[in-house]
């Protein structure tokens, strides 16, 4: 689990989070190259390479440990940087392998300046607390920074890692804890959840639940100025308008992701402490089954269409694809994964609740569902959250576990209860 507090340096802080950042950098895209370059011979020569400069012992992370201690005796600036810092980048490049090894991951990326993910990480945490609001963290060769305290203060200091990231301008900390004590909420209840575009969450008990975007007029505002950093983006770019429009865009993004955080919180909490289990469609099997969601205009990456419909639907599904993955993760964080089942997402939308016919005609249309062989009748999204908890009910008995006191999902008292 981890916890993100907005880092406010001062002006010398802040060159020293630069440099930390950047030797971070450099130092995982070098290992990462050396790693490659390693593969490619491997790969055209065998690994056992009989002439040639290639040493055929694998490169881990304890040889490029070694290696980071000789390149810092070599390089001055790197030198002037923090040595932990620099093993951070290294372990987290030999993560990125171990997750990829395990298909868990695609091949690792090399880090660019913008990069979101990029950043470093702080391996001894000293927290101190200055008053109800702000405390510090002390960072290697920079000191304590301040940092406004926005969660409990009991999470931060059972942290026992923590990376400091730049985003839109702002930098934070994410401090990492132990997995949080799960919420147990005791009820025996089992709920399904289907996900969908009009309704971001439906449930099995017939709730609607709908995300947070952006108002009408901040909608309309964030597709003008894609249009006018488009045609920005064609003139010789730099200029500084184009990034007037970019830092407006920005505070347009994270106005929209600070609401959509709070969502997260709040509705994972609920879902936690009022049900035992929840099942959810398996994202991976789900992106096979379904078709992809259609793309932006690929002679210009980034760039909307001009069709302001097209373009609404583009960003509002863009902007779910990731809402879902992050509720998911904060669900399992306070669930434990064993009470989040996620089962096969095919035909869940076509197969009746009731009876487990399953035809295309059973869908009426978006939003209602009728089904042709029991006549059964219901939200479209209720009955998809319906079969899913369903599938998980199944295959959680059929794998001989326990399940005390769940039947099959009630669909009774679905229809017209909205969320609070
Ligand atoms: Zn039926």
Known sequence: MSVRQRLYPDPGQLVGLRKHADDARFV?????????????EKHTRGTHAEHGSLDATPITLGTQMRELVQLRAALPWLWAGSSSVQQGALRDLDQAFANFYAGR???????????????????????????????TVTVPKIGRVRFRITRSWADITQATSARVTLRNGR???????PPAERTLSGTGAAVGIDRGVRNTLATSDGRMIQAPSLTKVEQARFLRLEQRLARQSRKDGGSRRRQVTLDQLAVLRRRLADRRTDWIEQTTTHFASTYDQVAVEDLRVRNMVRRPAA??????????????????????????????????????????SARVARVNPRNTSRTCAACGHCAPGNRESQAVFECEACGHQGHADTNAAAVILGRALDSISAAGHAVPGRRSPALAGSANQSDP
């Open 295 to 336: 793309k932006p205009d690929p002679a210009q990456p980034g760039v909307f269409l001009s069709n302001g419909a097209r373009a609404k639907a583009v960003l509002n599904r863009s902007i779910l694809a990731s809402l879902w993955g992050r509720f998911l993760t904060r669900l399992e964080h306070k669930m434990g």
């Open 28 to 40: 995982f895209n070098l290992g990462l190259e050396q790693r490659s370059f390693w593969r490619r």
């Open 171 to 177: 930098w934070h900390i994410a401090f990492t804890t």
């Open 105 to 135: 991951a695609k091949y690792p990326a090399f880090k660019r300046r913008d990069d979101r993910a990029g950043g470093f990480v702080v391996r001894d945490i000293f927290v101190r607390r200055l008053n109800r609001r702000w405390g």
